[in-house]
Nanobody
């Protein structure tokens, strides 16, 4: 059973940056693909980015490609989402998720979820 806890959210002006962190515990972190999803008020939860267990495979939603970067540290059992050039439409609760095996962009593919961290972007 893997437990993931997000941190790093906050209020930022449009054009600014934030780095979200995801701390994992309770499992062999290096076996898990890690992903970030987000959910804005009144909208469905949507895929943002994913990274494979090795870090060699990364993928991004088109809406964040070129602005966001996902990374992981298998020694510290941490995953990160660096968010640059933030836009008001990026405002949402951001969730970290883990799954054993290959990465997927499907929300249903993830077994372990954090409680989320709020990102607010002012225009």
């Amino acid at each position: 059973q893997v437990r993931v806890v997000e941190s790093g959210g906050g209020l930022v002006q449009a054009g600014g940056s934030l780095r979200l962190s995801c701390a994992a515990s309770g499992g062999t972190f290096s076996r898990y693909a890690m992903a970030w999803f987000r959910q804005a008020p009144g909208k469905e939860r949507e895929y943002v980015a994913v990274i494979s267990w090795s870090g060699l495979i990364q993928d991004y939603a088109d809406s964040v490609k070129g602005r966001f970067s996902i990374a992981r540290d298998n020694v510290k059992n941490m995953a990160y989402l660096q968010m640059n050039s933030l836009k008001p439409e990026d405002a949402a609760v951001y969730y970290c998720a883990a799954r054993q095996g290959t990465p997927t962009v499907r929300l249903e593919g993830y077994d372990f979820w954090g409680r989320g961290t709020q990102v607010t972007v002012s225009s």
